[in-house]
């Protein structure tokens, strides 16, 4: 397990990465990152990596371990709080759970349940094994 806590590694003024590594003069990073395994449930806001898990990096800008350590359990906190509310209700709906109730709806108050069909087989063709979060996010 990759420790979550940690401070990289760069490289000196005008060397690369790769020459410094080479030559075992890359440097300690005074500040602290956290590194957290985002689960595919995870409600974060990770641009385009939601849906799949993944790993978040971020600098806590401290150098200060137990600043650093607050920090990340405050990430982990948040990430299950989100996930908590929200994220599981909506997460587990599909399309066609969505498009079921929708019909009943529409039968309730005696719309047009025929034309509403027509549209939604088409569409669950396309969309109903997906879950509902993944088409309602970008
Ligand atoms: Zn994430």
């Known amino acids: 397990m990759a420790k979550e806590l940690f401070r ?12 410094a590594k080479a030559l075992g003069m890359l440097r300690e990073s ?4 956290i590194r957290v395994r985002h689960p595919a449930s995870a409600v974060c806001a990770c641009k385009g990596k939601r849906g799949m898990p993944h790993t978040f990096r971020e600098s806590t800008k401290t150098n200060d371990k137990s600043e650093a350590k607050a920090q990340l359990q405050e990430h982990k906190k948040n990430l299950v709080k989100r996930h908590a509310n929200g994220g599981a209700s909506v997460s587990n709906q599909t399309f066609s759970d969505m498009a079921a109730r929708l019909r009943r709806d529409y039968e309730v108050n005696s719309r047009d349940v025929v034309t509403l069909n027509f ?8 969309f109903g094994i997906r879950r509902m979060i993944d088409i309602t996010r970008d």
């Open 8 to 19: 990289p590694l760069y490289s000196p003024p005008g060397y690369k990465y790769k020459d």
């Open 30 to 33: 005074e500040t602290y990152w």
């Open 119 to 126: 549209r939604l087989v088409h569409l669950e063709g396309a």
